[in-house]
């Protein structure tokens, strides 16, 4: 290529670059500015852009663009976005109003027997005192929804109040006659796309699921009960929701095309103006600071309006303060396995049996065949080395020592002439994967060796497998457990309130998903679908809480947001089904902390009646945000026009406690003091009592040590001091505060965790 | 190996061809012989057993073992099976009462929307009127049944009377328990297995299915409902037999071990015994004349009990006198296509939609996906070759001129990397097949016109292709159809009489299966099972008519066999969905003859009410058997003990009629007449008027054209003479007579045959 020809291609290039900054930025104004003279905030940010434009700019440079308005927003937060140039935005900053402005991130995406395991039925408990959630919308922004679902029928569905027609705006793929009873609304927000990738094809312009994530959540949230379901022959029965006969509506703000907080935010602002419940909001953000999270401000909005916001912990876990999103005000859910194993039943000739993992989803015929052990051959490390293994035959794969990534293992199966695989592995990634494409089950090193030296010694080994089993209860491991990629805390965002909230089922949780896409693989080459799948992650234990949410505000609809997540943390459960501390899937099965799973597994049925509570209101959050040391501009872009700062206090009257010290001072001591206030929610008077779990190294003192309510509502304080020295600078030092109730039922129990600051990159 | 060593070997031969001389021989027995001392058949079969022993032997021979009693028969033939030597086998037949003996043969296997297609309806017509089979009993002589299948759970059925107690004798691992109201009864026959392989050691010493063949036969005729049942998504729906409130009796005679005549009569002779309403037997035989094929005899002692004998046509087909069993008194059961399609409907990106045939046993997400044709490429003869096609697209596989057979195609295709394929076939073998181990879909050459125009013509092609689609109707091919692979006419045992009898669904019907055993594979070497699975032929067809004979049954219980089976086939269609004569799959689509189907299509509902029978007693099969010019031996070894056959006479009256010419004479002429008797079943006075439909190069007179009757049960008779002039010596001349009844329903026809003289072999 000659010289000459390059400069057009520069031209073009520094034209481009040009034209690459301008960017969309997400704007706050404080509305108590607006002139009267405007009717609305539509017209006011759209005059405010205008004025901008005739600053400060060059009238020589005709090809330059207007600003121009993406968003407004005005339920959950006060402003807009826009596409603008650096002038522009400095022009901006002078306007009246202008609060602060800050560049469009990038959004990315974070699964029915848990309702058993949380012991919902339909006797006695919630669910019959809730109505299953009836009458209550959730809220899910997400990737919008799959409407033919089985799971969002309407059967059993009471008709909607008029004040809930019309939000079903749901783009051309989708008619908006295929909202219902169930699935009331369904919006789609993508200008923030458009504007980061100009020219871009939205192939799905709708509020349709083109992923199948936020079908997923959304059924799992407050699906209808589908029967017939399963995964492949797994985890078979009839599918439903936490909240059975909640509404929903559906908010489509992640794009296959890309997916920014402009649109995320749009779409929760819609979702408070439409006036939903509860938000359930199953997506991960950057890590930024709480003025610098849309929906860190979109939900200070939304409760604000009594709307409880439910938000996954995140993925990134196992590591320490792995946690990104450390809002106060909302609920940060982690994630806990499932008292479910997907198994395949292995039984060798000899007549022993052993339950191995397996989600083959197919009904494999491996029945009899000739069973084939031996050092080399039991690598399975190559295509050509199993060609040495007898056709039709069960090879026993030994990945004890992990010589083979599973990726490769099911490649070189697949290519082979073996019909099955015993694969001996201690990899536990297996155990939350729905990728399983060659006949086989895993099995524990400890089993492998029956299995070897059957293998070894017999004339003419044989075994037999049988899939498609499912087994509940607490064998082989128990449940629920901490999954090893929860996000864990403290929350990056803000480290001062202990987070996560709470755990709830999110390990290969079935649920409905788009029909079309790949759920799983048979061999190398073929691909399945299927209406129901298997998922695993904080996206699937957020909608379990938003829908437990649900169907709190159902049976108590005077409820605040902060007395639903006190009720659901303080009867939480930190013990597993076999009555041990739940255990950590991330650290090698040793006992969780509240920083993995917050106050435990969440037990709805205790939820309902939780005998006291600890509220918060709007103005509670405020002092906590004022005391954040955030510039006015900074607290105003959270707490939005008015407010005052008077009472600033980091002590927010929360269900939980969290001290964190200074590594950086050597053996350091460590005093804090907080105060709490309980109302007491349960039938009358009543006396309550301390006990103390104390963390290592600490001193927990509370007063006073016995509270006596004479009735209902009424409202009793008492303060907790942490007294730590520390001796390991990196131990989490985690016990409890429980408040138990004399000659009665309720206990009200807070985690207490001591450990680290941690500083942001 | 040195020359000494091989001495004990030779040795050892010699034995085992010395042993390898006794062998089983069935040994009919005139049982009016039996002296009055003897207390029972056995007793007397015992006897003469061991009288033989004494009788020329050499008493220097201690090794000679005794000739031994296999099983003794008394309830559809008398007579014993036993292992004899030659000696023995010559001194027998100088014992009273000997009539015939020959050896044991080896008998060896043939192979539900069908309900739908043959108009059975809960609102009118045959089940209602039956009661859907109610206490009628069905036996099924096959491979033995899961008792553990749904299809035999005895949901709805009303209690056994107690003389059907104590006939589940079903042997270790088949619990007598297992027996209920449906099932009520299981036994299993393997002496004669046990003494043509010494030795032996049988895997499932009891009635237990280890192939499924008995059980789908058993679910066919009589299954109770199971709902949601398919075959890996295709044929969805409610599986239930065509008798779902008959009764089932399993008689275990064929065996993974191997299969002999001796085993199957005495399945049928236990059967008999235990007083069976109908036999259903899907078995084939060697071509043999009726005097020694078992099945014959036993079913000629069957129809002397009252017992409807429904036997399948073999799979020998489609050539001219394939059918082996041409048992008279039987009905012999032709296979033919059902009204369902299994598709796969393919999108190609321009919009155009094609439905291709696949039965790929999982849901494939093969959606917008590359496609690709290619003159080389798409000869798809080599996995190297598909090695160059894009990976993760679709492929068009050009097989028209059936370059590749399906079975090497396969696996090509399983392993490449490619998602799919589109494969251009006229290779109808692959409609009847259940085998579809990869992603695709079978169109024919007219179709792919389209496919080839779009793929070389279009920038980006792309298709998707949609599995698990089942087709109800018309389309794509008119149904019934004849199977190409079901037996034609004439019967080579009797070709005096027209066989087949009828035709009955018998192509990928749907039933209950051994649930451990491979029904479909995926790639190369995953292979799958499946509760319910699709099987093709003879031996799917013989169990519809068994379960249709036990509604005419219990609707009509004074019906007597020949009756039942006149009102089927004077009643069945000729013409298929789209009301033209029915075709043949093995001719091209070429119109099906009466060799081929028999007198058409069964239906059940006009079967009920057929206006005219033709009925024969049991004195005219003697009397047939009779004409047949065998010797007194063989005559007597299908009739037993007492006959007279002093009124022999082939024109047997029979609900068709079929003139043999002999192609060794040239030119022939030939004139034959026969005589019907036909009985008012009808209500009250009719009359019935003529209508023929003459075979090519014939003329058919019938005396009287018109028929009146003045009430029911009234018989009247007519005469019809077949002259026939030949001028193609291999034609199959082919019409019909009907009687139709003036102002009337009723329709009464009879298929007319005119073909050449078989000899056999």
């Known amino acids: 290529m000659g010289l000459i020809k390059v400069f057009p291609f520069l031209l073009c290039s520094w034209f481009l670059l040009a ?7 997400i704007v706050h104004m404080d509305k108590s500015f607006m002139p009267k003279a405007f009717s609305s905030h539509h017209h006011w940010y759209s005059s405010t852009l205008q004025s901008i434009k005739s600053v400060g700019l060059t009238s020589l440079d005709a090809h330059n663009p207007s600003p121009k308005l993406v968003y407004t927003y005005d339920h959950a937060f006060h402003g807009f976005s826009a596409v603008l140039s650096t002038d522009e935005l400095e022009a901006l900053k002078k306007s009246t109003g202008f609060l602060s402005a800050y560049p469009d991130g990038v ?4 699964t029915t027997h848990t309702y058993k395991f949380l012991s919902l039925n339909t006797a006695t408990g919630i669910w019959p005192a809730s109505e299953y959630g009836k009458n209550v919308i959730i809220g899910v922004v997400d990737t919008g929804i799959w409407p033919e679902s089985p799971s969002f029928k309407d059967d059993g569905m009471t008709e909607i109040p008029s004040r809930w027609k019309g939000i079903c705006q ?10 219902n009873k169930k699935l009331i609304g369904a919006r789609y927000f993508n200008q923030g796309v458009r504007e980061a990738n100009p020219g871009v094809t939205i192939t799905l312009n709708s509020a349709r699921d083109d992923s199948g994530h936020g079908t997923h959540v959304a059924s799992t949230a407050a699906g209808n009960y589908v029967d017939g379901v399963s995964f492949f022959g797994y985890a078979p029965g009839t599918a439903r929701g936490v909240a059975p006969r909640a509404r929903l509506a559906a908010y489509k703000v992640l794009w296959s095309e890309g997916s920014y907080e402009s649109d995320a935010l749009a779409g929760i602002d819609q979702a408070v103006g439409d006036g939903v419940d509860i938000l359930s909001i199953s997506l ?25 916001v439910s938000v996954s912990a995140g ?53 009899n065949l000739t069973l084939t052990y031996n050092k080399t051959l039991s690598a399975c490390n190559s295509t050509e080395l199993l060609s040495e293994a007898p056709d039709g035959g069960i090879i026993v794969c030994n990945q004890s020592d992990e010589t083979t990534d599973f990726f490769f293992l099911w490649r070189y199966l697949s290519g082979s002439n073996v019909r099955a695989a015993i694969i001996i592995s201690e990899d ?26 059957y293998a070894s010694n017999s004339a003419d080994p044989q075994a037999s497998i049988e899939f498609q089993q499912t087994i509940l209860g607490t064998e082989p491991r128990p449940a629920p457990a901490v999954s090893g990629s929860s996000s864990r805390g403290p929350g990056r965002s803000y480290p001062g309130i202990l987070k996560p909230d709470i755990m709830a089922p999110g390990v290969l949780i079935l649920a409905a998903y788009n029909p079309y896409n790949n759920v799983a693989r048979i061999g190398n080459n073929i691909f399945l679908s299927s209406d129901y799948t298997l998922l695993s992650g904080t996206s699937m234990a957020c909608p379990h809480i938003s829908g437990i949410a649900a169907l709190l ?10 007395a639903i997540r006190s009720a659901m943390m303080t009867t939480a459960n930190p013990l597993d089904n076999t009555q041990k501390p739940i255990k950590d899937m991330g650290s090698d099965y040793e006992v969780a902390t509240p ?62 406690f969290i001290a964190l010290y200074d590594v950086q001072e050597k053996r350091t001591t460590l005093t804090q003091k907080f105060r709490r206030t309980l109302t007491n929610v349960g039938n009358g008077a009543t006396t309550y009592k301390l006990k103390v779990k104390q963390p290592k190294e600490s001193t927990i003192t509370v007063f006073p040590e016995t509270m006596v309510f004479q009735k209902k509502y009424e409202k009793q304080s008492y303060s907790l001091t942490i007294r730590y020295r520390s001796y390991s600078q990196t131990a989490i030092n985690h016990g409890s505060l429980t408040w138990v109730e004399e000659n009665g039922k309720h206990t009200v129990r807070s985690p207490i965790v001591v450990t680290q600051r941690v500083y942001n990159d």
């Open 107 to 110: 959004v990315t995406p974070d």
């Open 428 to 453: 536990t990634g297996i155990l939350r994967s729905a990728t399983f494409p060659y006949p086989g089950v895993v099995i524990t090193p400890k089993d492998a060796k029956d299995v070897i030296n």
């Open 553 to 562: 505000k159902a049976a108590h609809p005077d409820w605040s947001p902060a």
């Open 284 to 308: 991960s953000y950057r890590n930024t600071d709480l003025y610098d999270n849309p929906i860190a401000i979109a939900a200070f909005g939304a409760t604000e309006k009594g709307i409880l």
């Open 595 to 656: 920083l993995d799973m917050g106050a435990g597994q969440v037990d709805p049925n205790r939820a309902l009646d939780p005998g006291l509570i600890y509220d918060a209101t709007l103005l509670d959050y405020v002092n906590l945000v004022c005391a954040m040391n955030f510039t006015r501009e900074q607290t105003q872009s959270i707490i939005r026009s008015s407010y005052n700062c008077s009472n600033s206090s980091s002590d927010l009257n929360y269900p939980s």
């Open 170 to 179: 749901a783009g051309e793929e989708f008619n908006s006659s295929l909202c």
């Open 19 to 25: 034209s690459a900054e301008r960017s969309t930025y």
């Open 315 to 367: 993925n990134r876990g196992p590591n320490f303060a792995t946690l990104l999103e450390g809002i106060p005000w909302a609920v940060i859910v982690a994630s806990g396995t499932v008292d479910r194993w997907f198994a395949g039943t292995l039984t060798l000739g000899n007549g022993l049996s052993i339950t191995g993992w397996s989600l083959f989803p197919a009904r494999a015929t491996v029945r």
